[in-house]
């Protein structure tokens, strides 16, 4: 099946400790993207990926880093969580690059105490 | 930067009625326009998009129309059903050559639709 899948789906943790949520993706997808959504904000682009090692910022990537080592992962780093990155994350994936329909996982609720 | 406002944040309607809501966006440049329908708990999916090189595109109850001179397009529902009842958000970016690499969002609108 076809899918964009993110681990942890639920996490609560404290300010400072360092986390990483996962992303991958089965369908062979060159473009990779992190997003948060927040009430009245819509979806925020963090960073994105147009190929394995190519990686750029989006419009609030402070206190985000990423990595494409491997075409399927795309994993959002966190280094010292602060309770302002309490959001709901979204990563999401297409052919090609953000012209294309994108295709996006179930999402990952964080909280940051 | 680049921006894109979308108008409504709510839109309540009665079942049957039609919605319509609004996105302007800021880049010139922008040539592909998706729409994302949000159901609650749901992650975001595409419902329908469109180009730059169209001004119309249909697909059943839901139309997008594009009006590049004046930077903005929006979203129609036609024959609302309570299945309609979701967050909805435009998007915009630049596709192919020009491309690069941001998707920018609306904040979204809450649809209901009441029986």
């Known amino acids: 099946e076809a899918q964009v899948t993110q681990n942890p789906r639920y996490l609560i943790t404290v300010t400072g400790k360092k986390l990483t949520v996962t992303c991958s993706q089965n369908?062979?997808?060159?473009?990779m993207s992190w997003y948060r959504q927040d009430p009245g904000l819509g979806l925020r682009q963090i960073y994105y990926?147009?190929?394995?090692?190519?990686?750029d910022k989006g419009d609030v990537p402070e206190g985000y880093k990423v990595s494409r080592k491997e075409k399927r992962n795309f994993p959002l780093i966190l280094e010292s969580p602060s309770p302002n990155q309490t959001s709901l994350y979204f990563c999401?994936?297409?052919?090609?690059?953000?012209?294309?329909?994108?295709?996006f996982g179930p999402g990952t609720r964080l909280t940051v105490t | 930067g680049e921006n894109v406002e979308q108008h409504p944040s709510t839109l309540s309607v009665q079942e049957g009625d039609s919605a319509v809501i609004k996105c302007t966006y800021s880049?010139?440049?922008?040539?592909?326009f998706p729409w994302y329908k949000q159901e609650l708990g749901k992650r975001p999916q595409l419902i329908i998009d469109?180009?730059?090189?169209?001004g119309e595109k249909k697909d059943q109850r839901i139309a997008v129309t594009l009006n590049k001179t004046a930077k903005h397009f929006s979203l129609h529902i036609t024959e609302t059903q309570p299945e309609d009842s979701a967050v909805y958000f435009c998007a915009a970016s630049r596709s192919g050559s020009s491309n690069t690499g941001k998707l920018i969002f609306g904040q979204g609108t809450t649809l209901q639709v009441k029986p």
């Open positions: 469109i180009r730059s090189n169209v």
């Open positions: 880049d010139s440049a922008s040539n592909y």
């Open positions: 369908m062979n997808h060159e473009y």
């Open positions: 990926s147009m190929n394995v090692e190519v990686t």
């Open positions: 999401a994936s297409s052919f090609g690059n953000p012209g294309r329909e994108q295709y």
